[in-house]
């Protein structure tokens, strides 16, 4: 059975940092792209960072790049997300996943796998 489990979530301060790491198991994912999701209250899951099979090429968001950077560790069968200069409107619930194709991907109906999610709340 397939299992992603996030943590790292927390309640931090406008220009703080937070690392969300992702470990998953069930199956060995060094061969999909991997990434990371966000559903604030009231509002659809958005697309937040992706990282293809080997990690060489990561794509982001618009209103997260320069700020969060994602990688993977395939030995560990893990993905990490470094957020820095956090803002209040990054108050959400972030999901990791896993992509059914190798390349980068953005689109939540590409993710076959997901994780329960860890809250992240930034305060002003």
């Known amino acids: 059975q397939v299992q992603l489990v996030e943590s790292g979530g927390g309640l931090v301060q406008a220009g703080g940092s937070l690392r969300l790491s992702c470990a998953a198991s069930g199956r060995t994912f060094s061969t999909y792209a991997m990434g990371w999701f966000r559903q604030a209250p009231g509002k659809e899951r958005e697309f937040v960072a992706t990282?293809?099979?080997?990690?060489?090429?990561?794509y982001y968001s618009d209103s997260v790049k320069g700020r969060f950077t994602i990688s993977r560790d395939n030995a560990k069968n893990t993905v990490i997300l470094q957020m820095n200069s956090l803002k209040p409107e990054d108050t959400a619930v972030y999901y990791c996943?896993?992509?059914?194709?190798?390349?980068?991907?953005?689109?939540?109906?590409?993710?076959?796998?997901w994780g329960q999610g860890t809250q992240v709340t930034v305060s002003s």
């Open positions: 996943a896993v992509a059914r194709v190798s390349n980068i991907v953005g689109a939540t109906t590409m993710y076959p796998y």
């Open positions: 990282i293809n099979w080997s990690g060489s090429s990561t």
